[in-house]
């Protein structure tokens, strides 16, 4: 699966198939708790825009990434 995300105040956050078809959308808070809520239950390979707020969103998905691989 894919997850697009694109940061600014708000993430608008969409879930994808390997085929394009969407699974979920949504658009969350820059609060962690509603991030991986969204990612729950998913190994999500993650594209971001790069501007004012990514490195949160970087920082936290990086976090996620360490603590599902031990």
């Known amino acids: 699966m894919l997850h697009w995300i694109w940061v600014k105040k708000n993430i608008q956050a969409v879930l994808k198939r390997d085929d394009g078809r969407i699974v ?14 969204f990612l ?9 825009e790069s501007g004012y707020n990514y490195q949160f969103l ?5 976090e996620r990434r360490t603590m599902m691989s031990r």
């Open 40 to 48: 729950k239950g998913t190994d999500a390979a993650v594209v971001m």
């Open 24 to 37: 979920r959308e949504a658009k969350l808070k820059k609060q962690a708790d509603q991030i991986l809520q």
């Open 58 to 62: 970087y920082d936290l998905l990086k």
